[in-house]
């Protein structure tokens, strides 16, 4: 073999090990700012996951795709109960004019509190009771 291929080999083989290197003493440096032993990273790196976590799902779908649902054997994971949220609080409103009074949970879209605002000229939030 001739020399100067022998000194290219060297010098790549010397890349490698200088960033193999780097890599480890910078890994070492982080795991000693953690708290961390090489022991309770092998276990981190070793650790099979309890439960499978599902890919986030994106929405819509890519051009060119068509409609197929794809079964995936894994078990499926329960879903959360959502919380449902308080009911707006009931609130009452009077016309200042015949006195008739109106109970509303959603006065800004309510007619009745509409119409009485328009007929007297005022925002509906001035005849809330």
Do not use: C, Y
Not at 6 to 15: G, N, P, S, V
Not at 60 to 74: C, E, I, L, Q
Not at 89 to 115: C, H, M, W
């Amino acid at each position: 073999m001739d020399i100067s291929m022998l000194q290219k080999q060297l010098q790549e083989e010397h890349k490698a090990l200088d960033q193999k290197f780097k890599f480890i003493s910078d890994l070492q440096a982080l795991m000693t700012k953690h708290g961390q032993s090489t022991e309770d990273l092998l276990a981190i790196l070793t650790s099979v996951p309890s439960a499978p976590v599902a890919p986030a799902k994106k929405r819509g779908r890519k051009p060119g795709t068509k409609n197929v649902v794809a079964k995936a054997s894994v078990t499926p994971v329960a879903k959360k109960a959502r919380k449902k949220a308080a009911p707006r609080p009931l609130r009452t409103f009077k016309n200042s004019k015949t006195g008739e009074v109106a109970e509303t949970r959603a006065p800004q879209v309510d007619k009745v509190i509409k119409t009485w605002a328009k007929e007297l000229k005022v925002d509906w939030r001035t005849l809330e009771v």
